[in-house]
């Protein structure tokens, strides 16, 4: 299981760090990841990272202000979120591969996921 913490409204320029919490089959993971989902869009990744933690995969829109980290001791999966951007405001979810894949940048690329936790950043 996957449980979302962390999202609030923030103002543009703001920093956010989203939490993850993993229990279950964590021991069965190749890779986790965030995606987020804004009002009548389709869900869209926005980072993911390999469970050694040595590859990590970002979007576009990710690239240069958000972070994705794990801490294998706590079973937690992070998202720090540098200089928001209103086009970042979304429902944001974190997910679990148990798959061996050449990348993990898919919906279909994790089977599991958590609830979203709600960004909202007002300009």
């Known amino acids: 299981q996957l449980q979302a913490s962390g999202g609030g409204l923030v103002q543009a320029g703001d920093s956010l760090r989203l939490s993850c919490a993993a229990s279950?089959?964590?021991?069965?993971?190749?890779?986790v990841g965030w995606f987020r989902q804004a009002p009548g869009k389709d869900r869209e990744f926005v980072a993911s990272?390999?469970?050694?933690?040595?590859?990590?995969v970002y979007a576009n829109s990710a690239k240069g202000r958000f972070t994705i980290s794990r801490d294998s001791a706590k079973l937690t999966i992070y998202l720090q979120m540098n200089n928001l951007k209103p086009e970042d405001t979304a429902t944001y979810y974190c997910?679990?591969?148990?798959?061996?894949?050449?990348?993990?940048?898919?919906?279909?690329?994790?089977?599991?996921w958590g609830q979203g936790t709600q960004v909202t950043v007002s300009s």
């Open positions: 997910a679990a591969s148990f798959s061996a894949r050449r990348s993990y940048e898919r919906h279909a690329d994790f089977e599991s």
């Open positions: 279950g089959r964590t021991f069965d993971y190749t890779a």
């Open positions: 990272l390999n469970w050694r933690g040595s590859a990590r």
